[in-house]
């Protein structure tokens, strides 16, 4: 996703380890994106402060001490655009590489739980103790918790190479529940980029 004019940036500390940014992407706009949430009588720097604590909050307009707080569903889709008085409009900052934070699965076989999936080890033979494992169930997942809600614009995925790649051809990507990504591959992948493009805190 590329945004607009990097001209305005605000830094907001959040839950003491987290620090989210905003970034105007729209500076007096006629329109914005339409409103989850209003706050009147509330500068930029109070506003950023209220969508920092609003887990679906992806951004805010702010008009002369009006704050309107908006979702990423509202700013990207095409008729989810208001005619508005001249406003500015703000997104949360994306981040070059997001963390995830802890994680969580449906199941555990063969000693592979979930956090081997995200410990930075990039080995791809599972008897060097890198890779997660689940049983072989209908619908197994794998979710991993970022610090904060983030813009997630794609996931990159390290597939085991000693064998069985090719039990990942088929599946669904989720960021908070919601599918971005179906994917259903012929030939098995190594390392691959899967685009996602969604607004959230769980990765599935």
């Known amino acids: ?10 830094g907001v500390p959040f839950a003491m380890t987290v620090h989210i940014q905003f970034m105007a992407v729209e500076l007096h706009s006629i329109s914005a994106p339409a409103a989850m949430e209003s706050a009147p009588g509330l500068g930029r720097m109070k506003c950023a402060e209220l ?10 307009s702010w008009l ?14 095409t008729d989810g655009w208001q005619v508005w008085e001249s406003c500015d409009v703000y997104t949360r900052m994306p981040h ?14 063969w000693f592979g ?27 197994e997942w ?6 904060a809600p983030s813009l997630v614009s794609y996931v990159t995925i390290y597939n085991r190479q000693d064998c069985c790649a090719e039990r990942l051809n088929k599946f669904s990507l989720q960021v908070d529940g919601v599918e ?6 012929t030939v098995p992948f190594s390392v691959a980029n899967f ?5 959230g805190s769980r990765v599935r």
């Open 142 to 147: 794998l979710e991993g918790q970022l610090a």
């Open 96 to 109: 070059n590489r997001l963390k995830l934070e802890s994680c969580s699965k449906s199941s555990t076989s």
């Open 1 to 10: 996703l590329i945004l607009l004019m990097l001209c305005t940036i605000l």
């Open 180 to 185: 971005c990504n179906r994917v259903n591959l």
């Open 64 to 77: 002369q001490g009006l704050c309107r707080l908006f979702d990423w569903l509202a700013f990207s889709s």
């Open 51 to 60: 969508c920092s604590v609003r887990p679906a909050c992806f951004g805010f």
């Open 113 to 139: 739980v979930c956090e081997r999936a995200i410990d930075k080890n990039r080995n791809q033979d599972y008897r060097a103790g890198s890779c997660a494992h689940t049983r072989k169930n209908l619908f």
């Open 195 to 199: 685009s996602c493009n969604a607004f």
